[in-house]
């Protein structure tokens, strides 16, 4: 019985927009800090999990970059999907590769392009999880004690009962709610954030696999019989996410509250936000210069970014696309890269 | 008797950086339109004026750009500069040389850097100084009609005497006047935009220097006897413009007022109010992509800028260098100039 991480590294990240690119998606920037965000994910569970037991789920196209930012491991261990279909055929197929080297595993799942700032904190809850997962069993995830009432992340409630006030049974998962749902659920406590990292063992999982969702199973099962029909066969995958598609059935499924100073960085609001403010309140990463301005953010690649009078604005800058918006519009980046779409001007995407 | 024309090109317009640098000024960018302002000045002129009777003043270290951008010119007629000392010196040791060459010269000057919409009225207006002055002599500028109180510009009073209503004598220079004189002086017609712009014969004007600026005179004198003085004799002028040091006390002085779609392209809020703008009221120089967004600018030289939710500003792009600020304050460009000079960001000046 040993244990196993799954990195999950197969985002598109549009959200970031122009820093991040087609064949440069989010987990490969270095947001916060001087490395990829994929190999912070990796380094800070490496006291845990050696490189021999790790894996990466990620798009055929960016299996290089994988390799790229983690050059210790074995490159087997990088499983690049043909297209993708969502977490739920992911994490199925890094499960079905260990479970037949290790039908004991236990997996760790972790996104790649959170940031979480208590890691030693984070490593405590995930070896009392996997702890957990090796003597009795079941699926656990990590709930983030929420600051305040987000309405771009999914929530998880507790149910009251568990192993103990460290170890919740889950109630059940919340999509996306809408504000007031929002602040009721963080009014009331007993909510979480869904952070998308899961502990389970492998048998356990590709059983709930089997009975929830049977083509995926099916699939993978051809394809580790024989590899090249993994173009004929993934492609074929419906759309699911694991907390869909298997978390929100499977039993027993318990929550770790986790106070463990996470984000996800989710959009340049939220990077905006991580970033060291001057005494009006602006922000620079890279070259800016500042005059008569306030709660400004400048994030640049290269270019220098001044402002004269500018106010509640984020600039992000590279040497061949500039995007301009305030910070509450940090969701929308997409529409531009929609717009570049449709204006053929897929080389600046 | 022959018509010569001096382009003033000496400028360094750092309220265009960062599309004008410290190597490539104001006059050798394309602002409006598609060729340098340089060079379309130049050529609005050619049906009066041909080559060989146009000089350039202008910096020494913008010697070789004037040559790239009117190839076509004597280049012994294109004077450098050791250092700039304001129009006066610039104008007057142009005259020197035309002078020497054409003692009956009559001499037309235009900055290099200002735009002029009704091209053929404008000519007409200089034939007819040019006329004026060959058969009667005298020192005749160019008028603009003002359509708004500005005060980033001198202004001419008209004294109602003249030689006809489309000739009229000046009564005095004002300088940029602050707002309430500039509304006055606007409502009480009769004064005019002074656009910088000159006709007069050699020889009356430089009789003019002799007396109003001596020591201009006498250097110039040096400079024709013993040209390896330049750099000795040069630097010694005072700063002083030709409508202080020369016109405030030249007589007599006309202005023919000026109806001629006549803009300096002074700032980028002057340069905004060029562009041709869409429903939303934005404009854009280069590639831009706008998203809910309103009078916005966006004035590139190869990224592409994108806006959301963004109103009321302007914004500048090039490969290294990004300037954000609303038009209100497009005056105050210099202010990132300094910082960038006493940060020693020198490189991208």
Do not use: C
Request: proline share 7%; hydrophobic share 45%.
């Amino acid at each position: 019985m040993a244990r196993w991480l799954v990195i999950l590294a197969g985002g598109r990240g549009e959200r970031f927009w122009p820093l991040s690119r087609m064949m440069h998606p989010k987990q490969f920037l270095s947001l916060v800090g001087s490395e990829s965000m994929l190999r912070t994910t990796r380094e800070r569970l490496k006291p845990l999990i050696d490189d021999a037991h790790t894996w990466v789920v990620t798009g055929r196209d960016y299996v290089g970059k994988v390799r790229e930012n983690l050059p210790l491991m074995p490159t087997s261990q990088i499983l690049g999907e043909p297209v993708g279909r969502n977490t739920a055929p992911s994490i199925a197929w890094a499960a079905f590769e260990i479970f037949a080297l290790d039908p004991e595993a236990v997996i760790t799942v972790l996104p790649s392009d959170h940031m979480i700032r208590r890691t030693d904190e984070f490593r405590r809850l995930v070896r009392m999880a996997i702890e957990q997962a090796e003597t009795h069993g079941g699926f656990y995830t990590f709930g983030i004690v929420p600051s305040h009432p987000e309405t771009g992340y999914g929530y998880i409630e507790q149910d009251g009962e568990g192993v103990s006030p460290a170890i919740q049974r889950v109630a059940r998962f919340v999509e996306k709610p809408p504000l007031e749902q929002a602040e009721a659920m963080v009014a009331s406590g007993g909510y979480y954030w869904n952070s998308g990292m899961f502990v389970f063992p492998a048998q356990e999982f590709l059983q709930a696999v089997k009975v929830h969702l049977p083509e995926v199973y099916q699939g993978l099962e051809l394809i580790q019989q024989d590899p090249s029909r993994l173009d004929a066969v993934f492609p074929r995958f419906p759309q699911v996410s694991v907390d869909h598609g298997i978390f929100e059935k499977a039993h027993p499924m318990y929550v770790l509250p986790a106070d463990i100073g996470w984000d996800d960085v989710g959009t340049f609001a939220a990077l905006a936000r991580l970033l060291p403010r001057n005494d009006e309140k602006n922000a620079a990463r890279g070259h800016a210069v500042f005059v008569d301005s306030e709660n400004v953010t400048a994030i640049s690649e290269g270019p220098v970014v001044s402002f004269i009078g500018v106010k509640d604005l984020v600039v992000v800058a590279t040497r061949d696309a500039v995007l301009i918006l305030p910070p509450e519009r940090a969701q929308d980046v997409r529409q531009v890269v929609q717009a570049l779409k449709e204006g053929r001007h897929e080389h600046l995407l």
